[in-house]
């Protein structure tokens, strides 16, 4: 047994250790790289698992990553090539190295060096001079800085392709002193997952575009560049225009705000919970002449009623509400929110800050929408946005000039200083996103997520079939302190929003899937979840 700093590396012997191998096998080869299909399990036991021997690292008797060691032919590459032994250099008595997989909060630590130290040492036992292993495509650099050469043709399928490669037992050693860590080495501190409404987990893509140097909001190339943001933010949501600005989505609903006052008519304002009533107490400050229709928190808007409601006041010409409810995850029926507004010649405004980029959104039918580049588009805050449905003329004699959306529309997009850094940061995730993957992966982890904190005793404001797939609300038991939870699981890696004032009044903590998240992520909270689980009776 070798021990490094924070790490054991061993080779595996106990049931237990045998049991989270087949755990880490499937959150591995199955959610991150679909080599195999799903199973309710959610464990993979390996076809060579009884020949197998594993070198495994502990990390406080967690397992933080493991690798399979084949040392008896065949191997598992022969049923892939057949003709194997003519890929290889002759003259070695050659083991296989298998189910490389290393927890992803692990990652970038010395839990790669020790077990590959491990197969040195395993190998060495047993007369063995190199090893073949099947590389995952997406980390061939990291397997050839190891000393891996490729060889024969790609293996696999689609989305799980494996590059065979060949490793000589002289290569490694003459490597083995950088691969080595020093005993002082610290594990690298993993990266937060970030489950916050905002501001939300980036792709690297965004993270290099934002700290590219600074363009001239007056340079050809960056007009150029917010045509093309503009555009894209369209194609989204079908709007037939987009405005960008430099500020918040409070700055988008005020934008909004003030093109409401350009009509001098009633309307109403429809709040379930915090950020409507933001949008109420903009309209008063506004002084626009309108009704408040608060609905307690927690419920959602019921279109009918809102209909009869509205059959009482046919003076009502606008209509402002959130499309999610932030506060509490609750989801408006927009379609149906639509078609009440048509048939009764209401203008229709969304705040849909927290649902363009997490959900499907169709803004076809929607007089105005306000946006923000820091939630579900997953870029850095700080671009305001609207999407609009009608031509702007400016409005010199009603509007400030920064609220003054005519003013964007009439000429270039960029009416004042705006920072290229945030628009280059948008541009990339909006060229880099897959947004049917992305709203069908947040899906699946808000049912997942749901599912597996009901089972711990959670309660939610919402029911999930009237909730954003995005947001999860979640009120604490009686005597649990939600702040101290959230600092516990921030502590351990996990940030959960609790600090805004609506939240930690009522001691609500909230799960937000709005950022660049994958499930194995989601999978790690919610594992974690499990031993902390705030909803367990007091002893």
Request: proline letters at 7%; one cysteine or more; hydrophobic letters at 40%.
């Amino acid at each position: 047994m070798t021990a490094a700093r924070h790490f054991t590396f061993k080779v595996a012997t106990e049931p237990e250790e045998f049991e989270a191998i087949h755990l880490l096998n499937y959150r591995t080869f199955v959610e991150e790289i679909p080599q195999h299909e799903r199973n309710p399990e959610e464990r993979l036991v390996d076809k060579f698992h009884d020949l197998n021997t594993y070198v495994i690292c502990l990390a406080g008797g967690e397992l933080a990553g493991m690798v399979a060691l084949r040392f008896e032919r065949p191997f598992s590459l022969d049923s892939k090539l057949p003709d194997l032994d003519a890929h290889l250099p002759p003259g070695h008595r050659w083991c296989e190295v298998r189910l490389l997989a290393v927890e992803r909060k692990f990652r970038g630590s010395a839990v790669i060096a020790g077990l590959l130290q491990g197969i040195h040492r395993e190998a060495q036992a047993r007369g063995v001079t190199a090893g073949v292993i099947s590389a995952t495509t997406r980390q061939l650099k990291l397997y050839r800085h190891l000393g891996f050469e490729p060889f024969g043709p790609l293996v696999g399928r689609e989305g799980a392709y494996y590059q065979p490669m060949h490793l000589s037992m002289e290569t490694f050693e003459a490597a083995s002193p950088i691969l080595t860590p020093s005993p002082s080495h610290e594990p690298e501190p993993r990266r937060p997952v970030n489950l916050l409404p905002g501001p939300v987990a980036l792709a690297d893509s965004t993270c290099e575009a934002f700290i590219q140097a600074p363009v001239s909001h007056r340079a050809w190339r960056f007009i150029h560049d917010v045509q093309e943001v503009r555009g894209m933010l369209c194609a989204l949501t079908g709007a037939h225009y987009a405005q960008i600005s430099l500020g918040s989505g409070t700055l988008a609903n005020e934008m909004v705000c003030a093109q409401i006052s350009r009509m001098e008519a009633p309307g109403l304002v429809v709040s379930v919970g915090e950020f409507g009533e933001r949008l109420a107490d903009q309209a008063r400050r506004s002084w626009l002449p309108h009704e408040h229709l608060c609905l307690p928190w927690g419920h959602t808007l019921d279109v009918s009623k809102l209909a009869l409601l509205l059959d009482r006041h046919p003076e009502v010409r606008w209509l402002w509400t959130p499309h999610c409810e932030t506060s509490t995850g609750a989801l408006v029926d927009l379609e149906a929110l639509k078609s009440l507004c048509a048939q009764r010649d209401i203008r229709l405004a969304l705040d849909a800050i927290s649902t363009i980029g997490t959900i499907p959104v169709d803004l076809n039918g929607v007089w105005m929408a306000s946006c923000a580049s820091g939630k579900g588009l997953a870029s850095y805050p700080g671009v305001a946005i609207v999407l609009h449905n009608d031509p702007i003329d400016p409005a010199p004699e009603k509007l400030p000039r920064y609220l003054d959306l005519g003013l964007y529309a009439s000429g270039d997009g960029v009416p004042f200083t705006q920072s290229s850094n945030l628009v280059y940061a948008l541009k990339a995730s909006l060229e880099n996103s897959d947004w049917f993957t992305k709203h069908e992966r947040i899906r699946r982890m808000h049912a997942r997520v749901r599912s597996r904190l009901a089972a711990l005793g959670a309660t939610f404001t919402v029911p999930e079939d009237k909730s954003s797939p995005a947001v999860i609300t979640l009120p604490m038991p009686l005597g649990v302190d939600s702040l101290s939870v959230a600092d516990q699981l921030e502590e351990d890696g996990y940030v959960l929003s609790c600090r805004s004032n609506y939240l930690s009044t009522r001691n609500w903590l909230q799960v937000c899937l709005m950022g660049e998240l994958d499930e194995g992520e989601i999978e790690d909270f919610l594992r974690h979840m499990e031993k902390v689980n705030p909803w367990r009776p007091a002893a």
